[in-house]
């Protein structure tokens, strides 16, 4: 029998460390976890959900616009910030309460309050110490704000999701998805909206022709694009701000928000004292099962900064219980795990990019197809999506897929499944498109070409 209080201590209360409580307890340890700042981590109190939240409320401004086209006469709409806020704000409480629920019904002690680790097995929250014999550190990310002057006065993520009033003017500072999505809340809730990003295209890391595409189709949905831009500084003007360009130009803005990156939470923990590492980035590096270099020391999510996604850092919680306390060694797996941008049109992928796929495979086989959806015919909206399968070229196993379209995320799921049992150009081929759909046009792409590389 353990002589410690528990038999696992979790520090953070987000996607990874609540699914590892769960399991854990379910298989009988005795566990504990400290969240500092509320239970449901990022994703439920600062990110995916609230976002999303504040997508869908963007998008009825453009619906309105759009269904003049179809026979709607609309009167002046108008949005109201502070409602919303006020109605997300609500919806996350609801969440928080279904956490601490789902860890109560669970036997798990949930601990208000900052966690430092001070013994190989000991963790202190508000001056009191806990042992056990593993610990779990699932303490997730936080934004980063690159280092100029006036860095102070820029919003991250996390304070545009508090604020009070919606910006007449902004700036997003950043290519990546947190910056192109929130381009898109504020363009649909009438901002003027500026991306300012370093590199040539949006979204580093995703299929070079969707980065051309995603970028021309938010060009013209009116966001003014800076790219291959720095910033050198900001300045407070009166109610307003001014940042300053590499290039020498100055926007005039009434928000800047640096959407430049996320840093690991792994500062202050006390890891150092028990020898668990730390990369240079601040990330804990951790072998498949996610244990650390700490033998009962494991961590998950975002704070090992794998791949920074709820499902992900759930998934690794599981694996991490199943294998520790379910005694059913689990690797977690990061292959074939599909991604959604929530732009406006959104980005979905999974798979290898095209430049991936050639570079591991040599020569592989590329369908694509750019093209108006149907709405736009009579919505008139400038608008165009992209639909792109890269298959082996011998076996035309279909090793990846992309989608710039409007609910590219809920149709990129089901091509996930097909992907992860290994589907070939040929079953897609065999299966019938839904009728009138953007979608079926991952069923009815027939002209190839080859691809060896591409220029980015
Ligand atoms: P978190 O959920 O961040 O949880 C970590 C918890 O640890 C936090 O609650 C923190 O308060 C707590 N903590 C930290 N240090 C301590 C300490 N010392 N003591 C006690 N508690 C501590 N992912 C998606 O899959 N889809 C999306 O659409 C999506 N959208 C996003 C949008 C935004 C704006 C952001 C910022 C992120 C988004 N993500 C999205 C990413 C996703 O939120 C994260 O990958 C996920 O939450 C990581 O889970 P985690 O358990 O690693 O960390």
Redesign the pocket.
């Known amino acids: 029998m353990s002589t410690h209080d528990f038999d696992l201590f979790v520090?953070?209360?987000?996607?990874?460390?609540v699914r590892a409580s769960r399991i854990a307890a379910g298989y009988g340890a005795k566990v504990a976890v400290?969240?500092?700042?509320?239970l449901g981590?990022?994703?439920v109190?600062?990110?995916?959900v609230p976002?999303?939240l504040m997508m869908y409320a963007s998008q009825f401004g453009m619906a309105l616009e759009d269904s003049k086209g179809f026979g709607w006469g609309v009167p002046e709409a108008s949005h109201e910030w502070q409602s919303l806020i006020r109605a997300k704000d609500i919806e996350v409480a609801r969440l928080e309460r279904v956490y601490e629920e789902l860890l109560g019904k669970a036997g798990v002690e949930a601990i208000k309050?900052?966690?430092?680790i001070v013994g190989a097995h000991e963790v202190r929250v508000n001056d009191v110490s806990f042992t056990a014999s593993h610990i779990l550190v699932?303490?997730?990310?936080t934004?980063d704000v690159p280092e100029i002057p006036g860095a102070e006065l820029m919003v991250t993520?996390s304070d545009v999701l508090a604020m009070q009033h919606a910006p007449e003017r902004v700036a997003i500072v950043g290519g990546g998805y947190?910056a192109c999505?929130f381009a898109g809340i504020f363009k649909g809730l009438g901002s003027k909206v500026w991306m300012v990003h370093r590199g040539l295209k949006l979204l580093r890391g995703f299929d070079e022709q969707v980065r051309e595409h995603i970028g021309s189709e938010l060009a013209a949905n009116d966001i003014q694009m800076r790219l291959a831009n720095t910033i050198v500084g900001v300045e407070r003007k009166h109610n307003a701000y001014l940042l300053f360009l590499g290039s020498g130009e100055i926007l005039e803005v009434d928000q800047v928000m640096a959407a430049t990156g996320?840093r690991p939470?792994s500062g202050s923990?006390g890891l150092e004292r028990v020898g668990v590492h730390v990369d240079a980035r601040g990330a804990i590096p951790v072998d498949s099962f996610s244990r650390t270099s700490c033998e009962h020391i494991y961590a998950?999510?975002?704070?090992t900064n794998r791949l920074?996604?709820?499902?992900?850092?759930i998934h690794e919680g599981q694996a991490f219980a199943d294998t520790v306390f379910g005694g059913m060694p689990r690797r977690a797996d990061h292959e074939g795990i599909p991604l959604?941008v929530?732009s406006q049109p959104q980005v979905a992928a999974v798979g290898l990019t095209e430049e991936q796929a050639c570079a591991i495979h040599g020569r592989v086989r590329v369908y694509s197809s750019v093209f108006r959806p149907m709405r736009a015919a009579l919505s008139g909206r400038n608008e165009r999506v992209l639909v792109k399968l890269i298959a082996e070229a011998t076996t035309e196993r279909i090793l990846g897929a992309h989608i710039v379209a409007p609910d590219a995320a809920e149709i990129i799921q089901g091509i996930a499944i097909a992907l992860k049992a290994g589907a070939t150009k040929a079953d897609f081929d065999a299966t019938l498109g839904v009728h009138p759909s953007v979608a079926e046009e991952f069923v009815t792409l027939r002209n190839a070409r080859y691809s060896t590389s591409r220029q980015s």
């Not at 109190?45 to 995916?48: D, E, L, T, V």
């Not at 699932?138 to 990310?141: E, I, R, V």
């Open positions: 520090i953070g209360g987000g996607s990874g460390g400290a969240e500092e700042h509320r981590g990022t994703c109190i600062r990110g995916c976002k999303k309050g900052r966690a430092t699932a303490t997730g990310a934004p993520s947190i999505e996320r939470n923990l998950v999510g975002d704070v920074n996604l709820t499902p992900v850092a959604a929530f």
